[in-house]
């Protein structure tokens, strides 16, 4: 069935780094692909989305770009600050969406 | 416009006891859905309503999980009686007919003890 792995967590790094969490993924078809975030005490939040193959997704300075080819949708930001501390899912579908496990990131001053 | 709420945040009950979540979706959003995560694992899928009619239950995991969604409006998923391995965050979703990418409820941190 469809499946998404991403990369585990907890990933830890200093202010201004750039960021990558890689996300692949099962699907049969051609699924829409999401990020979604946690903050600290809130609930998932759409971070961005990509509906078809070499779409980019992008907000608040994340981007990710579905790779058909290589079953990929990782998420990438050139300089993290620490507001960007969370819970990181992707997540594949539409009315039934399947999540990855989520990777937590710490940001430090 | 108001957000998915949820209630309550948290619930401490005891094994064998009756615990029922709310959710109060987006006014105007058909689609409800309910997921949990268990023990930081991945988030599941649950059920997902249309209006007021079950549209995918496969993922409710036996019997002492009921959902409903009376009216169309706010839902309700009753765990009776519950178990030790239904702890975890339940979350609430809600979309437009037809949209893709849920606003999702802060979600109920639910812990059977």
């Known amino acids: 069935g469809d499946s998404v792995t991403q990369m585990e967590g907890p990933v830890t790094l200093s202010?201004?780094?750039?960021?990558?969490?890689?996300?692949?993924y099962t699907a049969t078809g051609y699924p829409s692909l999401f990020w979604y975030v946690q903050y600290p005490?809130?609930?998932?939040?759409?971070?961005?989305?990509?509906?078809?193959?070499?779409?980019?997704?992008s907000n608040k300075g994340f981007e990710?770009?579905?790779?058909?080819?290589?079953t990929s949708f990782h998420l990438e930001k050139g300089s993290v600050q620490v507001s960007d501390s969370a819970?990181?899912?992707?997540?594949?579908?539409?009315f039934k969406t399947i999540f990855g496990a989520g990777t937590r990131l710490f940001v430090k001053a | 416009e108001a957000g998915v709420?949820?209630?309550?945040?948290?619930?401490?009950?005891?094994k064998g006891q009756t615990v029922t979540l709310r959710c109060d979706p987006i006014s105007g959003h058909d689609n409800l859905y309910w997921y949990r995560r268990v023990m930081g694992k991945e988030i599941k899928f649950l059920l997902h309503f249309v209006k007021e009619s079950k549209q995918d239950e496969s993922g409710m995991p036996n019997?002492?999980?009921?959902?409903?969604?009376?009216?169309?409006?706010?839902?309700?998923?009753k765990v009776q009686p519950a178990e030790l391995e239904d702890s975890g965050v339940y979350f609430c979703a809600s979309s437009r007919q037809g949209?893709?990418?849920y606003t999702f409820g802060s979600g109920t941190r639910l812990t059977v003890v």
Do not use: M, W
Not at chain 1, 15 to 24: D, M, V, W, Y
Not at chain 2, 5 to 13: A, E, G, K, L, W
């Open chain 1, 15 to 24: 202010e201004e780094a750039f960021l990558t969490i890689n996300c692949t």
């Open chain 1, 41 to 57: 005490g809130e609930g998932l939040q759409l971070l961005l989305k990509a509906t078809k193959a070499d779409d980019k997704g």
């Open chain 1, 64 to 70: 990710a770009t579905y790779r058909k080819e290589t």
């Open chain 1, 87 to 94: 819970v990181y899912f992707c997540a594949l579908g539409g």
């Open chain 2, 5 to 14: 709420t949820q209630f309550p945040s948290h619930s401490v009950i005891e």
């Open chain 2, 63 to 77: 019997n002492r999980f009921l959902a409903e969604r009376t009216g169309g409006t706010y839902s309700t998923l």
């Open chain 2, 99 to 101: 949209a893709y990418g």
